[in-house]
């Protein structure tokens, strides 16, 4: 009999996941909660055009095996447009990416005709029974299952207390549902990839005003090269910590930055795991945003018309501290304090948009089946609580640490364990691999012996 799948989340990594199971004959049941996120998720789900995929389109393709079928499913091929360079260095909107997923997932519903179920709905607790699991949902339905999958993506943004006391006309929380209204003074709390895409959908709407983004740092995220990368592969590097950080500066020196870092991604998951949690966390604690903003790069267009409303003055970044924020009558008056700075500045904001990414500890995460698996001890936090902890292939960790028989969790949500597993590269390889393990199709051809 088919092995039966339950996936909560169905955004990118639970659409692609159900895909791969239905190519080896299994029963999936894909849950998600929000029907116009479907096939899409958060990324993808986006409506603004000028909001452009970060990887090349000849990188984007599904299925680990076939790097260029969003290519082909484009209509384009390998060959040299006219005026625009190689095709394969285009960079989409990530819209057409949701529609190229949508599509996948309707073509594999239908070449498995009933063995995919798609409800609408939020998960809210799991239990063992005789014979597999259980899965509620708020309604009151359950769906029986033999395993299930976690795929709920990123957690949502972290709330800052020291907006507490301005209004939602004022502050918008959450960076994907909030709008600009009639604002001639915005503030963006953040410089990375979300403050970005607010930042063009605010120019293609005609925001006419300024826009001042802030962060710790003031990094904004690196442009592409116009072609490329064609980065032969090299060997794992032995260096570890320093040592390792020093390497891929000399290699910068030598072949380019850009270059440098493209080089290390074969290796980067098995680079994460061979450091100790205390390594981990000196990464995370002063070299993540660096790595960020050279690994996560804009389009070259993105990135040119980012630099191009900066020499207008229309827009404005900064590296710098809040300090207090409290409301003047319909706007707010933000106070921080520069990098390395002394003095105090204050500007009045019509409008502040959160985009300070994830929250940055899943135990915060008001997912309620996410609660209960923690509650229960069935789950527990990485070392970083960066997602949960999980083994390489993708059990979850209860709180003594023994893999669960069942229960996986798959994409943003196991940061902790490969760091490097929220672009689709990654992922379409990790769903690729459980898809595999769960029918046991791993063992065509020997790869299990």
């Known amino acids: 009999m088919p092995v039966r799948v339950a996936i909560v989340g169905g955004g990118f990594s639970g659409t692609l996941l159900a895909i791969n199971l239905l190519r080896h004959g299994a029963r999936v049941v894909l849950i998600e909660r929000d029907g116009a996120r479907l096939a899409r998720g958060m990324a993808y789900g986006t409506r603004d055009p000028a909001h452009l995929l970060n990887v090349r389109a000849s990188n984007m393709g599904a299925f680990p095996d076939d790097p260029g079928h969003f290519l082909r499913w484009l209509g384009l091929g390998p060959g040299l447009g006219a005026d625009k360079g190689d095709q394969a260095n285009l960079f989409v909107p990530r819209l057409t990416y949701g529609a190229y997923l949508h599509d996948l997932l309707a073509a594999a519903g239908r070449e498995a005709s009933g063995q995919l179920r798609i409800v609408k709905g939020e998960a809210i607790a799991m239990e063992r029974r005789a014979g597999g699991l259980s899965l509620r949902l708020d309604d009151g339905r359950v769906v029986e299952s033999d395993a299930l999958v976690l795929a709920t993506g990123n957690a949502a943004p972290a709330d800052i207390p020291l907006f507490s006391d301005l209004s939602s006309q004022v502050v918008a929380r959450n960076p994907w549902v909030g709008d600009s209204g009639n604002a001639r003074e915005v503030l963006l709390v953040g410089t990375g990839l979300t403050a970005v895409d607010w930042i063009l959908s605010l120019d293609r709407a005609g925001f006419a005003g300024r826009i001042t983004a802030i962060s710790r740092r003031g990094l904004v995220p690196r442009a592409h090269a116009l072609v490329g990368p064609n980065v032969a592969p090299v060997f794992q590097p032995e260096a570890r910590g320093s040592h390792l950080l020093r390497h891929v500066r000399r290699r910068s020196e030598a072949v380019g930055w850009r270059h440098a870092v493209d080089e290390l991604r074969p290796h980067t998951q098995r680079l994460w795991r061979a450091h100790d949690a205390a390594a981990q966390a000196r990464f995370l604690r002063h070299l993540r945003p660096w790595w960020d903003v050279h690994r996560h790069r804009l389009a070259p267009e993105v990135a040119q018309r980012i630099a191009q409303l900066q020499a207008e003055g229309r827009l404005e970044c900064l590296a710098g501290s809040l300090i207090s924020a409290h409301p003047d009558g319909d706007a707010a008056l933000v106070i921080w304090r520069g990098r390395h700075a002394q003095a105090q500045e204050s500007r009045r904001f019509d409008r502040i948009i959160l985009?300070?990414?994830?929250?940055?500890?899943?135990?915060?995460?008001?997912?309620?089946?996410?609660?209960?698996?923690?509650?229960?001890?069935l789950a527990r936090p990485d070392a970083h609580r960066l997602g949960l902890d999980v083994d390489h292939q993708c059990h979850l960790r209860n709180t003594l640490g023994q893999r669960q028989s069942g229960l996986f969790a798959i994409g943003p949500m196991?940061?902790?364990?490969?760091?490097?597993?929220?672009a689709v590269p990654d992922i379409r390889r990790q769903v690729w691999d459980l898809a595999r393990f769960l029918t046991d199709s791993h063992w065509v051809g020997g790869e299990g012996l």
Request: hydrophobic share 35%.
């Open 414 to 422: 196991t940061k902790g364990e490969a760091w490097e597993i929220v």
């Open 355 to 377: 985009c300070t990414g994830p929250q940055a500890d899943i135990t915060r995460d008001p997912q309620p089946l996410l609660g209960q698996l923690l509650a229960n001890g």
